[in-house]
């Protein structure tokens, strides 16, 4: 056998299946009117379902610093005109209705503190609340049916028991010797002043359908929640806080006294598994005006404080339960059926809940600290209740709600597991400085409207025939009728109908006897009897007639009695079918519905998925357009470069052939030149060796014409092809020394960079650039004017000589509007002295002083050497010989 697990409680019976039908919960709102005028407000009615929500001035709700307006809807939404009247009629009415019918409701104010809440629910003097309309509609309806006091009784466990009406006599005999307390009266001269014309009589309200075969008696208690703890507020001991010490001999210590705080009850389940407080004071009532003066002792006990926000701001949640018992007639419809099981009790729960409040904002200190925070913990819960039970209701998921974790859920989960109706009403303020908590009950008010509550069944039918009470009470009226019609009016005792009864015979004659002789007395007496026995006899023949007609009318009765019932007993037959039918169509219905929920759930995760699929589709598109884009501008981007660079080919292919068709022709020039140069030294040689083998002859002049043609020289013997150009003219004239340009030197505008660190190395041959812009640093406004750069670098040779270098490149214009610089070529300048001979060339002795026999002899005029780069050539530095004569000092 296997035992249960050690610390776990045992499986508690299945509970009666509630009804697949569910109302959602009815919230509906009501707007408190502003205290002052000139107060700012954040609260607009829309309609009669709707409101909006503005933040006021100097508080941003949005991050981008904007003014967020909020819409919420409610079943109803109340206005500051609407009076508690009209309110009672769409809350309250209903759920009273429910009550005299059988059926259990839950009504209570939520709101932040200071927001009309307790006179939503109490109301004033000529402005009844919530809670007097309902006694007063209650008592309105079941006024004539009511049972006298003790025949419904309570018992410790949260039932009803019945009592016959002999034991219900010696109960209200016994309580009236045991507690001689003050009967309440019910005039309204007497009543409280606080409490006094709660309710004008024009606005008395009375519901219809009341079932009149059966009797009803109110039981009211009304309890407290302070700081997680239940406090009957009914409870007369509350009243003795003080009471003496007891030292060990037993007398008292008169000195020393000490507080009783009250007692607090306890949460308990029934064996319906229905929530109740244990011990709580249940109080009979009769009346309206009684319940609302127990109802206003009660108050005087709750607790309330002084705020900075309220001045009578409730500490505790307040509950007044009015607990409704009905019993059906007997079959006669004159007394009560004495039958526990019979016995139906529904109860109304109304319940002001207290104020959400931040400590902040009201100034508590101590004691209202920890209130407050128990009054916030305790809204939190049933806050946290509320959403996980919409959580279960619409993904279909089992999560357990917290009811046990504070006594207002705890006390009322039956309500929320489908044991009656449930109604709230948001009490709210408009004005500025609640807009944060009037956000928060807004939302919780929202989110409260889509929790649905299982509708409660209704009351079955125990198949009385109905009417039964209003036939008793037609039967006794025709039965006096007929008495008084045979001798006046009959009574319900029995004594009284025998004096009734005499009284209508013949009056007996005198009866004395004076006379032994008399003949006259007797004899009349006699006659006077047998007229009394005649009378009688005649009456008691009436009677015998009428009770067999009375006989044979019940048995007709009777008869028709049995034929219905058995005509009832088939109707039930077919009506257990049918309910059988309508069960079984329940659960499919429900089975169906979960299922709907379900498909619905996955419904929603498939359409917030393909919300999300559709968002990554429409970012991928516009990313693969923007990439395409990007591509399509590289690809024009491309093709215009492969323009510019194909133009810059071109370009290049043409400098360069200009370039090599000028270098030929150069060097052509060049090879000329040195070969006009040998020829001039052959010739000045050949003189000089002709004048030495004639001396005395006088200096032949200088030959300025060409050689004879009958000996050419070995140079002109060469191709005519060397030769592009026309042969210079042989001078002896000195050619004055210029500066040598550089080759790269063009059309374009040139940026002409030289750092302030070069060094001036003063030689002769020097780059010049025509059409320049000479800067030590570039600069964007320097760049944005040329076409073309040059920076002149210095750095040191392998020789120990200085090498000048002049980087060269393009002035490119940048996509951001910039300047940027593309280097083409490399040209190297060297500064270089050419190596002179051991001796100068003696010259001969017979020469003139002009000094034409030594021009070609001295080693500075032969050694007028340049140096250059040719423009754009990749080669190292050629030597160009300018054949420059140094023009010597007079």
Same mark, same amino acid.
């Given at each position: 056998?296997?035992?249960?697990?050690?610390?776990?409680?045992?499986?508690?019976?299945?509970?009666?299946?509630?009804?697949?039908?569910?109302?959602?919960?009815?919230?509906?709102?009501?707007?408190?009117?502003?205290?002052?005028?000139?107060?700012?407000?954040?609260?607009?009615?829309?309609?009669?379902?709707?409101?909006?929500?503005?933040?006021?001035?100097?508080?941003?709700?949005?991050?981008?610093?904007?003014?967020?307006?909020?819409?919420?809807? %409610?079943?109803?939404?109340?206005?500051?005109?609407?009076?508690?009247?009209?309110?009672?009629?769409? #809350?309250?009415?209903?759920?009273?209705?429910?009550?005299?019918?059988?059926?259990?409701?839950?009504?209570?104010?939520?709101?932040?503190?200071?927001?009309?809440?307790?006179?939503?629910?109490?109301?004033?003097?000529?402005?009844?609340?919530?809670?007097?309309?309902?006694?007063?509609?209650?008592?309105?309806?079941?006024?004539?049916?009511?049972t006298k006091r003790y025949v419904f009784k309570t018992d410790d466990k949260n039932g009803m028991e019945i009592q016959n009406e002999v034991d219900a006599l010696?109960?209200?005999?016994?309580?009236?010797?045991?507690?001689?307390?003050?009967?309440?009266?019910?005039?309204?001269?007497?009543?409280?002043?606080?409490?006094?014309?709660?309710?004008?009589?024009?606005?008395?309200?009375?519901?219809?359908?009341?079932?009149?075969?059966?009797?009803?008696?109110?039981? #009211?208690?009304?309890?407290?929640?302070?700081?997680?703890?239940?406090?009957?507020?009914?409870?007369?001991?509350?009243?003795?806080?003080?009471?003496?010490?007891?030292?060990?001999?037993?007398?008292?210590?008169?000195?020393?006294?000490?507080?009783?705080?009250?007692?607090?009850?306890?949460?308990?389940?029934?064996?319906?598994?229905?929530?109740?407080?244990?011990?709580?004071?249940?109080?009979?009532?009769?009346?309206?005006?009684?319940?609302?003066?127990?109802?206003?002792?009660?108050?005087?006990?709750?607790?309330?404080?002084?705020?900075?926000?309220?001045?009578?701001?409730?500490?505790?949640?307040?509950?007044?339960?009015?607990?409704?018992?009905?019993?059906?007639?007997?079959?006669?419809?004159?007394?009560?059926?004495?039958?526990?099981?019979?016995?139906?009790?529904?109860?109304?729960?109304?319940?002001?809940?207290?104020?959400?409040?931040?400590?902040?904002?009201?100034?508590?200190?101590?004691?209202?600290?920890?209130?407050?925070?128990?009054?916030?913990?305790?809204?939190?819960?049933?806050?946290?209740?509320?959403?996980?039970?919409?959580?279960?209701? *619409?993904?279909?998921?089992?999560?357990? =709600?917290?009811?046990?974790?504070?006594?207002?859920?705890?006390?009322?989960?039956?309500?929320?597991?489908?044991?009656?109706?449930?109604? *709230? #009403?948001?009490?709210?303020?408009?004005?500025?400085?609640?807009?944060?908590?009037?956000?928060?009950?807004?939302?919780?008010?929202?989110?409260?409207?889509?929790?649905? #509550?299982?509708?409660?069944?209704?009351?079955?039918?125990?198949?009385?025939?109905?009417?039964?009470?209003?036939?008793?009470?037609? %039967?006794?009226?025709?039965?006096?009728?007929?008495?008084?019609?045979?001798?006046?009016?009959?009574?319900?005792?029995?004594?009284?109908?025998?004096?009734?009864?005499?009284?209508?015979?013949?009056?007996?004659?005198?009866?004395?006897?004076?006379?032994?002789?008399?003949?006259?007395?007797?004899?009349?007496?006699?006659?006077?009897?047998?007229?009394?026995?005649?009378?009688?006899?005649?009456?008691?023949?009436?009677?015998?007639?009428?009770?067999?007609?009375?006989?044979?009318?019940?048995?007709?009765?009777?008869?028709?009695?049995?034929?219905?019932?058995?005509?009832?007993?088939?109707?039930?037959?077919?009506?257990?079918?049918?309910?059988?039918?309508?069960?079984?169509?329940?659960?499919?219905?429900?089975?169906?519905?979960?299922?709907?929920?379900?498909?619905?759930?996955?419904?929603?995760?498939?359409?917030?998925?393909?919300?999300?699929?559709?968002?990554?589709?429409?970012?991928?598109?516009?990313?693969?357009?923007?990439?395409?884009?990007?591509?399509?501008?590289?690809?024009?981007?491309?093709?215009?470069?492969?323009?510019?660079?194909?133009?810059?080919?071109?370009?290049?292919?043409?400098?360069?052939?200009?370039?090599?068709?000028?270098?030929?022709?150069?060097?052509? *020039?060049? *090879?000329?030149?040195?070969?006009?140069?040998?020829?001039?030294?052959?010739?000045?040689?050949?003189?000089?060796?002709?004048?030495?083998?004639?001396?005395?002859?006088?200096?032949?002049?200088?030959?300025?014409?060409?050689?004879?043609?009958?000996?050419?020289?070995?140079?002109?013997?060469?191709?005519?092809?060397?030769?592009?150009?026309?042969?210079?003219?042989?001078?002896?004239?000195?050619?004055?020394?210029?500066?040598?340009?550089?080759?790269?030197?063009?059309?374009?505008?040139?940026?002409?960079?030289?750092?302030?660190?070069?060094?001036?190395?003063?030689?002769?041959?020097?780059?010049?650039?025509?059409?320049?812009?000479? =800067?030590?640093?570039?600069?964007e406004k320097a760049l944005s004017k040329c076409d073309r750069y040059v920076l002149t670098h210095q750095e040191i040779a392998s020789d120990g000589e200085i090498?000048?270098?002049?980087?060269?490149?393009?002035?490119?214009?940048?996509?951001?509007?910039?300047?940027?610089?593309?280097?083409?070529?490399?040209?190297?300048?060297?500064?270089?002295?050419?190596?002179?001979?051991?001796?100068?060339?003696?010259?001969?002795?017979?020469?003139?002083?002009?000094?034409?026999?030594?021009?070609?002899?001295?080693?500075?005029?032969?050694?007028?050497?340049?140096?250059?780069?040719?423009?754009?050539?990749?080669?190292?530095?050629?030597?160009?010989?300018?054949?420059?004569?140094?023009?010597?000092?007079?």
């Amino acid at each position: 056998m296997n035992r249960q697990a050690k610390g776990r409680t045992p499986r508690r019976p299945p509970r009666n299946p509630p009804s697949s039908q569910k109302d959602p919960v009815g919230v509906y709102c009501r707007v408190r009117p502003l205290g002052v005028e000139d107060e700012e407000c954040c609260i607009d009615v829309i309609s009669s379902t709707t409101i909006q929500l503005h933040a006021p001035e100097g508080f941003k709700t949005n991050r981008n610093g904007e003014y967020k307006e909020t819409q919420y809807s %409610f079943k109803k939404v109340f206005g500051i005109s609407i009076s508690q009247i009209e309110l009672f009629e769409h #809350v309250a009415k209903p759920l009273v209705e429910d009550l005299i019918h059988g059926k259990n409701g839950l009504l209570f104010t939520y709101g932040v503190t200071g927001s009309g809440k307790t006179f939503t629910m109490t109301g004033s003097p000529g402005q009844g609340g919530l809670l007097p309309r309902s006694l007063d509609m209650i008592f309105n309806s079941i006024g004539p049916y009511q049972t006298k006091r003790y025949v419904f009784k309570t018992d410790d466990k949260n039932g009803m028991e019945i009592q016959n009406e002999v034991d219900a006599l010696l109960e209200r005999q016994r309580r009236e010797n045991n507690l001689p307390a003050p009967k309440t009266t019910s005039s309204r001269q007497k009543l409280d002043p606080e409490i006094a014309d709660m309710i004008q009589p024009e606005e008395a309200y009375k519901t219809d359908g009341v079932d009149e075969d059966s009797s009803y008696s109110v039981f #009211v208690s009304y309890v407290e929640i302070y700081n997680n703890y239940i406090y009957d507020l009914l409870e007369e001991t509350q009243e003795d806080v003080i009471k003496p010490k007891w030292n060990g001999g037993g007398t008292p210590v008169r000195q020393n006294t000490e507080f009783i705080p009250p007692q607090s009850k306890i949460l308990r389940e029934d064996q319906n598994h229905n929530m109740y407080v244990a011990g709580c004071m249940e109080v009979e009532v009769k009346s309206a005006e009684e319940t609302f003066q127990v109802f206003w002792r009660g108050q005087k006990k709750r607790k309330v404080a002084n705020t900075r926000l309220n001045r009578e701001s409730s500490r505790s949640h307040s509950v007044f339960i009015i607990k409704l018992a009905q019993a059906p007639l007997d079959a006669d419809g004159d007394n009560i059926l004495q039958d526990k099981n019979q016995v139906t009790v529904s109860q109304l729960c109304l319940v002001d809940l207290a104020g959400s409040e931040r400590t902040g904002r009201t100034g508590a200190e101590g004691t209202r600290i920890r209130e407050a925070g128990n009054i916030n913990q305790s809204l939190l819960n049933l806050r946290t209740c509320m959403e996980v039970l919409r959580e279960n209701q *619409m993904c279909g998921t089992n999560r357990m =709600v917290p009811y046990r974790d504070s006594k207002v859920t705890h006390l009322f989960k039956n309500y929320f597991d489908g044991e009656g109706k449930v109604r *709230m #009403v948001v009490n709210v303020n408009p004005k500025a400085d609640d807009y944060e908590e009037t956000l928060l009950v807004m939302r919780f008010a929202e989110m409260t409207q889509e929790v649905e #509550v299982a509708r409660p069944a209704d009351k079955p039918i125990w198949g009385f025939t109905p009417g039964r009470r209003n036939r008793n009470q037609a %039967f006794k009226d025709e039965l006096s009728r007929k008495l008084e019609e045979r001798g006046g009016p009959i009574e319900r005792d029995l004594s009284s109908a025998l004096n009734h009864l005499v009284s209508s015979l013949p009056p007996l004659p005198s009866s004395e006897v004076t006379d032994p002789h008399d003949e006259i007395t007797l004899p009349r007496l006699i006659e006077a009897l047998q007229n009394r026995h005649r009378i009688r006899q005649m009456m008691i023949e009436e009677y015998n007639k009428a009770a067999i007609m009375m006989k044979s009318t019940l048995q007709n009765m009777d008869s028709n009695l049995i034929s219905k019932d058995t005509f009832i007993h088939e109707l039930n037959g077919k009506l257990m079918e049918k309910d059988k039918v309508v069960q079984s169509n329940k659960a499919e219905i429900e089975r169906l519905e979960k299922k709907n929920k379900l498909l619905e759930h996955k419904f929603d995760i498939l359409q917030k998925t393909t919300k999300t699929y559709e968002v990554d589709k429409r970012s991928l598109q516009q990313e693969l357009e923007t990439r395409e884009q990007r591509l399509q501008r590289e690809l024009n981007e491309k093709r215009r470069m492969e323009q510019r660079l194909h133009g810059v080919v071109s370009d290049t292919q043409h400098k360069w052939e200009k370039e090599c068709e000028r270098r030929v022709n150069a060097k052509q *020039m060049e *090879m000329q030149n040195k070969l006009w140069v040998k020829d001039e030294k052959l010739k000045q040689l050949k003189a000089i060796v002709t004048e030495g083998k004639t001396p005395g002859r006088p200096d032949p002049p200088p030959r300025q014409t060409q050689p004879p043609p009958q000996r050419p020289s070995r140079d002109e013997r060469l191709p005519a092809k060397r030769s592009a150009s026309p042969s210079p003219i042989p001078t002896t004239t000195p050619v004055r020394p210029m500066h040598r340009r550089s080759h790269s030197a063009g059309g374009e505008k040139w940026v002409d960079h030289k750092p302030a660190s070069s060094l001036d190395l003063g030689t002769v041959m020097q780059p010049v650039i025509p059409n320049a812009i000479q =800067v030590s640093t570039p600069s964007e406004k320097a760049l944005s004017k040329c076409d073309r750069y040059v920076l002149t670098h210095q750095e040191i040779a392998s020789d120990g000589e200085i090498r000048t270098k002049l980087i060269k490149g393009d002035v490119l214009k940048t996509r951001g509007g910039g300047q940027s610089v593309q280097f083409t070529d490399i040209e190297t300048l060297k500064q270089q002295l050419a190596a002179a001979p051991g001796r100068k060339r003696k010259s001969s002795e017979g020469t003139s002083g002009d000094g034409s026999d030594g021009v070609w002899t001295d080693v500075e005029t032969r050694c007028a050497v340049g140096m250059g780069m040719r423009a754009g050539s990749n080669m190292g530095p050629g030597l160009e010989h300018q054949g420059i004569t140094k023009r010597r000092k007079p």
